[in-house]
């Protein structure tokens, strides 16, 4: 090979290196930001069951508060108590809403772990191809 030849094959690889990544680059963020969206679903979904968690518990004092008056007026207790089982039930139906949609929202669950990998793995073959 003449020199002439190998200037313009080392022009071309360089050419060609910095097309694949601008190509990678632009691929990984139409990745980011696709699992940034469906991270944001999750987060909403979340949201939605604090949401209805929270109306249950302010349903379920509601009810537990009519139990106790009715509890305390009648001292038969018959439907009273009968209201507070229906309170209790429903408390726990929304405790259990809000603390899985809790669990949905924590920060680890809304990283975008796939994207975070895959540019680690392209910084390093980026590196072998420079090298």
Known sequence: ?????D?????????DLSQQVTTLLQTEGKLLRTELYEK???AGAGAAEVLGGAICLMAALLILLQALVIALANAGLGAGWSSLLVGIVVALVGALLVRTGAANMKPSQLTPDRTTGQLKRDASVIKDQVK
């Open 1 to 5: 090979m003449t020199p002439g030849q």
């Open 7 to 15: 200037d313009r094959s080392l022009m071309g690889l360089i050419s």
């Open 40 to 42: 944001a679903e999750k």
